[in-house]
């Protein structure tokens, strides 16, 4: 039996959130009760009154009220809370024609707009379009020559119509235009770090390293820079597009291409047709010279846009989307609803990739070789978008607060797609990913609404709460429900808004018209609420009573999360050597205990035994019991949490958990039973470490293996490691393998790193480089020279920290010719953020080693001249700063 001990709510506990700032107090007490209530003031702080009351026969004694009170009443403003509304249509966009070319010398779109228009309900005389830096030649009802008055500010064009339109009419604008997409822009956000709308790739052709593109991103309401249309979320229309290009550039858009017809000057005009309608931030075009690869799913069209030297690799890098296709459209019971997929890689892409309608856009991050692919695929960032053509494309989410009605589903996608192919194990490994994604953010930038209509601005929507949260939380309600009504919900969702627009209501309204329950406390606390459970969990045991009790303390400050969240979950009881009784529970006070009649003590009890809560948590445990939580439970988070739990415990007890885990079913537990192994004391595991170095199914187990053969100086594993480097198909085995000969016989590895000067992976001659500073040679220099633009993203900064260090133990005629080239790098837009990043960092670590010296340094000339070069260097930097364009740089360098 399962027995419930209630202990009062409002008991409050004096912990604090470890993980909030103090500076989101008041923005979340205003946020919490401002949307909680119906009160429509804000919260104004006012001189404490006193009142003293005393039975004195009939009389009430008061104390005065301060002069200061009646001036406070005075001056107090009441003010509505901060709410982003759904966008008003007072018309709606039905229909989209536009007929464009380029102008690629002054990065122009040249367009020609009809548009199909009727009344959203009430009759109109006027027409309000987005339509952002545009040149506006004419604008006439479609097929008349008479001109239509507007206004224009540069940013909104509202025309004149001339007279009243009914509601139910249908009229067409047709607008002649030049989009300037460049000109003018506001910058970006850190999740879209571009407003431009339409974006021009080495458009005079100068830069041989990278091809001539053009390519779109419409989202947030960016698409209104090349096209006028009702850039709205709420607002959705079909489309065609007639695109005319030179000639030897393939074209991509939204839907299926209809014709394609050379023209007289070296052009031609392809012309596409979206028949369904969606909206306007989906539209998309990609110009460029392609390798298109082409697929099938059950007849319908896939292909595949890559750069020439990928063609042979594109299956690979888009591998298994005929597969999703059919999983996704098998478990939400909804035919994959479009009439082709299109998936296209671009150069200096301002996002990750971009969910448009039948063509999505991935950045070439996402362009790798057959190699680099292995244990490194592209399967989330897939799925992902693909997911989107239900959840953000097909349903669309009303408005920017509700952005986690698109993108919460999409990240759900991703576990989706990791247990369906992969196992549970490995959703659960990514799901991980995710809650430390979500509580990072938190820990950064504070928590707000999943559903915010207080934002800032509508991009602060694209952050971890949107993502990471909102498929955290289908997790949980999916576990609450089951999965059987929960797919069910879905496919009602889905049916019963197909091609409109959402809220978090309509999916609330589905699910409880499938499970029958009311399910406002659920969406109120994680949808409308801010937040997480933080808990404390204790345990006891009543022998004469034979009975377990669990305490379990809700202890998140209710002054900036709700100060009690619901909590449906598991418990399992574990006895002897019995299989573990569940009981399932719901938390719904501040502090309960909930008790358990046992035969004896319980070796474990796992709270939350399915681990699907969102929450932080302290498990007071005792090592035997995280031991045989590691080893009894099935679920890959116990088996985590308990090597979390026992890190760095030397215990015998401990080590046999590790130990343990270098055979555990999953990689990434492996992994950390690798990380606990010292290679000086823990010699009896090495031979288990040289078979997983050379066995291992993981290519990272392999890798971390190779490491610690590396660690142990043997000459013995000398042999392995020349033949890891010669025949390893996986580069960063490769790479460990090389640095752990480095390690065990430097010259040899010296010798292998020369035979690797002109490998193209970065990881490669990111070690290549490592070895290079650390040998001092000067002559070095050239290889980190000509091998920089191999390299990018995060591996790129290693490279230049290993090209400073080497460049710092050259002469000075030499340090400030190399100074001059990470400047010109720092100042090249041309070149990426990375790299640009990586070379600046450089320059400021070489100035940091100065101020060292400067410091050091009794010669009061050797002092000046290093002052001399300090200033030189703070110089470049000044120079890099004020050439940078991006925001998010900008931002770092001023730490500089």
């Known amino acids: 039996m399962i027995e419930y001990i209630p202990i009062f709510a409002h008991q409050k506990s004096n912990k604090k959130n470890p993980i909030m700032k103090i500076r989101y107090l008041l923005f979340l007490f205003l946020t919490l009760f401002s949307f909680g209530c119906n009160s429509t003031k804000n919260t104004v702080a006012t001189v404490p009154v006193v009142i003293e009351e005393r039975q ?26 901060t709410y982003h ?8 966009l039905i229909h989209t024609k536009l007929d464009i070319r380029f102008d690629w010398e002054k990065q122009h779109v040249l367009g020609k707009a009809t548009l199909t228009l009727k009344p959203y309900f009430y009759p109109t005389s006027s027409l309000t379009l987005d339509a952002k830096g545009f040149d506006i030649h004419n604008i006439t009802f ?32 047709f607008i002649d235009y030049t989009a300037k997409p460049g000109e003018g822009s506001e910058g970006g956000s850190s999740a879209i770090t571009s407003d431009n709308g339409l974006f021009f790739i080495n458009h005079d052709g100068s830069d041989p390293s990278k091809p001539m593109q053009i390519w779109t991103q419409g989202e947030t309401e960016n698409n209104s820079r090349w096209f006028p249309t009702i850039d709205k979320p709420n607002e959705r229309c079909t489309q065609e597009i007639y695109l005319t290009v030179d000639d030897k550039f393939k074209t991509l858009s939204n839907g299926l291409m209809v014709s394609s017809t050379k023209n007289d000057d070296g052009t ?40 020439h030297d990928y063609e042979e ?57 057959d190699r680099e692919l292995i244990d490194n695929h592209n399967d989330a960032i897939v799925a992902h978008e693909l997911f989107h053509h239900w959840f953000g494309d097909y349903v669309t989410c009303e408005s920017w607060s509700n952005l986690t009605m698109n993108e919460g589903f999409a990240n759900y996608s991703e576990y989706l797609w990791f247990e369906h192919k992969y196992g549970k194990d490995e959703a659960e490994n990514h799901r991980i990913s995710e809650m430390q994604g979500y509580f990072g953010s938190v820990n950064r930038s504070g928590a707000h609404d999943l559903i915010d209509f207080s934002y800032n601005d509508k991009e602060d929507m694209f952050d971890a709460h949107s993502y990471n949260k909102g498929g955290l939380v289908l997790h949980m309600l999916r576990n609450y429900v089951g999965d059987k009504a929960f797919f069910a919900s879905l496919n009602l969702y889905l049916k019963q808004n197909a091609y409109t627009a959402v809220e978090a209501h309509d999916l609330r309204l589905a699910f409880e018209e499938i499970t029958g329950e009311d399910l406002n406390w659920f969406f109120n606390q994680w949808y409308f609420s801010s937040g997480h459970p933080i808990i404390e969990i204790n345990y006891e045991y009543d022998e004469s009573a034979k009975k377990a009790f669990v305490t379990i303390e809700q202890t998140q400050d209710p002054e900036e999360f709700p100060a009690i969240f619901q909590l449906p979950f598991a418990i399992d009881v574990y006895v002897g050597k019995q299989d573990p009784v569940r009981y399932e529970v719901f938390m719904n006070e501040r502090k309960q205990i909930f008790s358990f009649d046992v035969s004896e003590k319980p070796s474990l009890i796992n709270v939350d035994a399915d681990k699907v809560l969102l929450m932080l948590k302290n498990d007071n445990k005792s090592e035997e019991e995280f031991t045989l939580q590691y080893f009894n439970t099935k679920n890959y988070l116990d088996r985590y949490e308990a ?102 016989d430097s010259k040899e590895a010296q010798n292998y790193a020369k035979n690797l000067e002109k490998e193209d992976n970065g990881n490669i001659l990111n070690v290549v480089g490592q070895i290079y500073a650390a040998s001092g040679d000067a002559k070095k220099l050239g290889f980190f020279e000509k091998s920089w633009d191999k390299i990018d993203g995060f591996t790129v900064i290693s490279f230049y920290e290993n090209y400073i260090a080497l460049v710092g133990q050259t002469e000075e005629e030499i340090i400030n010719k190399s100074l001059l080239k990470l400047k010109a790098v720092g100042i090249d837009m041309s070149n990426s953020p990375w790299q640009r990043f990586a070379a600046t960092k450089a320059l400021n670590e070489m100035r940091a080693s100065y101020s060292e010296k400067v410091v050091a340094e009794k010669n009061e000339e050797k002092k000046s001249k290093l002052e001399k070069n300090i200033n030189s260097i703070s110089e470049m930097i000044e120079e890099v700063k004020s050439k940078e364009t991006s925001d998010q740089l900008k931002s770092i360098y001023m730490r500089f």
């Open 643 to 744: 090597l979390n739990a026992l890190n760095g415990n030397t215990s015998k007890l401990a080590k046999s958990v590790f130990n343990a885990a270098l055979k555990d079913n999953h990689w990434s537990l492996r992994m950390r039973g690798l990380a606990s192994i010292n290679p000086s004391s823990d010699t009896e595991l090495i031979t288990t470490v040289l078979e997983m170095a050379q066995n291992d199914s993981r290519s990272n187990v392999r890798a971390r293996a190779t490491n610690i053969l590396g660690k142990t100086g043997d000459q013995k594993y000398i042999s392995y490691l020349r033949k890891a480097i010669d025949t390893e198909k996986a580069y960063n085995v490769i790479s460990s393998a090389l640095m752990a000969l480095n390690e065990i």
């Open 313 to 369: 690799h594109a299956a690979d890098i888009f591998a298994h989307t005929p597969e999703m296709l059919t999983f996704f459209s098998d478990i939400l019971d909804v035919k994959y609803p479009w009439d082709k997929y299109s998936q296209v890689i671009v150069r200096e892409f301002v996002s990750g990739a971009m969910e448009n309608t039948t063509g999505v856009i991935f950045g070439d991050f996402v362009q790798k070789t």
């Open 268 to 307: 031609r005009t392809d012309y596409w047709k979206m028949n369904q309608p969606h909206a306007p931030y989906l539209f998309m075009v990609a110009v460029g010279d392609y390798a298109v690869v082409k697929d099938d799913w059950n007849g319908m069209l896939v292909d595949y846009y890559v750069e």
């Open 85 to 92: 509304p759904t966008y008003t249509l007072k018309n709606d």
């Open 56 to 81: 004195l026969d009939t009389m009430v004694v008061t104390a005065e009220k301060p002069a200061a009170y009646e001036q406070e009443q005075q001056e107090m403003i009441y003010t509505l809370p």
């Open 142 to 173: 479609e097929g008349k020559k008479h001109s239509l008055k507007y206004d224009y500010d540069d940013q909104i064009l509202t025309i004149d119509l001339e007279k009243l339109i009914p509601k139910d009419q249908e009229y067409k604008i």
